[in-house]
């Protein structure tokens, strides 16, 4: 049973520059959520997605940007890379809230550094 | 709003030692809260979850932690340390059902010394 997948591992990149994150979430989860995690601290929630539609935001600018396709899979978009945005990007999957107990599951992230 | 504090950000432990991470959390509603365990350049593994059952939750690798309302902590313990626990741990509320976002401590690096 495959769990949550992530690509690229490790990306660089130069201030100004897009990037293009992706996910594909564990099977059977149909909801997908980004967070953003600093060096040294927790991760911060970015978004989630379900049904294709963005449902929840954090604090984050409009140059974070997702979308989520039909096999739930996720991207994340970030625009104008600053080089604040280095960070590891950590996505996660769950079931919708129907299913209230399950929690959230983790892939291993994708180190974006910003030069 | 939902917030985590977690007190303490190193925590150092014998080997065979108890492990205790702090965890406070504030929230609006009654809340879902869970441990993380984040290994070196890996995602963030679940150890364990209250979600308004027991109070006294058991996870993997022995871990366990007690919710107490009038406290509003969730602390998490191991009776023996091993060093495979050296990580860093996060303890997070959820307001509501899992799907909804998770609001982060910011973290515990435990470190086990032989």
């Known amino acids: 049973d495959a769990g949550v997948t992530q690509s690229p591992t490790h990306l660089i990149k130069t201030r100004g520059q897009q990037v293009t994150l992706r996910c594909s979430p564990k099977?059977?989860?149909?909801?997908v959520s980004w967070y953003q995690q600093a060096l040294g601290q927790g991760p911060q929630f970015i978004f989630q997605?379900?049904?294709?539609?963005?449902?929840q935001r954090g604090n984050f600018p409009d140059r974070f940007s997702g979308h989520q396709f039909p096999n739930y899979s996720s991207e994340l978009n970030v625009n104008a890379l600053l080089l604040g945005d280095s960070a590891l990007y950590l996505c996660a999957s769950s079931l919708a809230a129907g299913y209230s107990n399950q929690p959230q599951h983790f892939g291993d992230g994708t180190r974006l550094s910003i030069l | 709003a939902q917030s985590v504090t977690q007190l303490g950000s190193h925590v150092s432990v014998s080997e065979g030692a108890l492990v205790l991470l702090r965890c406070n959390y504030s929230?609006?509603?009654?809340?879902?809260l869970f441990w993380y365990v984040q290994y070196p350049n890996q995602g963030l593994q679940l150890l364990l979850k209250?979600?308004?059952?027991?109070?006294l939750v058991k996870g993997i690798n022995g871990f366990e932690a007690e919710f107490k309302k009038s406290e509003t902590s969730f602390h998490l313990t191991k009776p023996s340390a091993h060093m495979s626990d050296a990580a860093e741990y996060f303890c997070?509320?959820?307001?509501?059902?899992?799907?909804?976002?998770?609001?982060f401590g910011g973290g515990t690096r435990v470190l086990v010394k032989p």
């Open positions: 997605y379900y049904e294709e539609e963005e449902r």
């Open positions: 209250y979600t308004s059952a027991a109070t």
């Open positions: 929230s609006s509603v009654p809340p879902y």
């Open positions: 099977s059977g989860h149909d909801t």
């Open positions: 997070a509320v959820s307001e509501g059902a899992a799907g909804n976002k998770l609001t």
